[in-house]
């Protein structure tokens, strides 16, 4: 089966710009994650989404970030005014339906923010 | 909040080796238990979880309530065991993984 597409694999910005990335899950997997990786951290849970609907974004700064899915499916983060403390690798996932369904990753996207 | 904690960072043995990656949480409640692993140029994937208690790749990790561990063990290391690996924790309850720090396991020839 097709794994979890994400792109663009990388991207570089100046701070206080705007970056986008999106994500298409496995087919028929209801549940839809984004983490965020610091270097040297693990992955940190942004926002997850169960079909359209959010389940988590406690973590989520929701005064720069935002996160949608439509219909569903794809997904889009944005991140609007970048810092320099967003730089980071942001990583998609999806699963059947829990969290505790095995995880399936996508490669990540890579973001300086200079 | 629970807590995943990885105390090492780098583990290096070599080839033929056992090998132990430590694993402790902070949660009093009844957690399910993951082990993640990222081989060089992959995707993070699922190695195992606790409660299949199955052996993957010649690793097992039995979780353990009174010391809050659930350590990753192979009793003989080979060279593409070489990794990044990630002990996560989900709550009883609850849908958010929690992953620790990270421990990179590089094996020697």
């Known amino acids: 089966e097709a794994g979890v597409a994400q792109s663009p694999r990388y991207k570089i910005i100046e701070k206080r710009q705007s970056v986008a990335f999106w994500c298409n899950p496995i087919s028929g997997h209801a549940t839809l994650y984004w983490y965020q990786q610091i270097l040297g951290q693990g992955p940190k849970l942004l926002i997850q989404f169960q079909n359209n609907g959010v389940v988590d974004d406690s973590q989520l700064p929701k005064d720069r970030f935002s996160a949608e899915r439509l219909k569903g499916v794809d997904s889009t983060l944005k991140i609007q005014p970048a810092k320099l403390e967003d730089s980071a690798v942001y990583l998609c996932?999806?699963?059947?339906?829990?969290?505790?369904?095995?995880?399936?990753f996508g490669p990540g996207t890579r973001l300086t923010v200079l | 909040a629970q807590r995943v904690t990885q105390p090492e960072k780098l583990l290096s043995v070599f080839k033929g080796a056992p090998v132990e990656l430590k694993c402790n949480y902070s949660?009093?409640?009844?957690?399910?238990l993951f082990w993640y692993v990222q081989y060089s140029r992959q995707r993070l994937q699922l190695l195992l979880r606790h409660i299949s208690r199955e052996s993957i790749k010649g690793f097992t990790a039995d979780l353990n309530k009174g010391e809050t561990s659930f350590h990753l063990k192979k009793p003989f290391a080979q060279e593409e065991d070489s990794a990044m690996y990630y002990c996560a924790l989900l709550r009883a309850g609850f849908q958010k993984l929690v992953f620790g720090t990270g421990t990179r396991l590089l094996v020697s020839p």
């Open positions: 996932a999806s699963s059947l339906v829990r969290a505790a369904d095995t995880q399936y």
């Open positions: 949660y009093s409640g009844s957690p399910e």
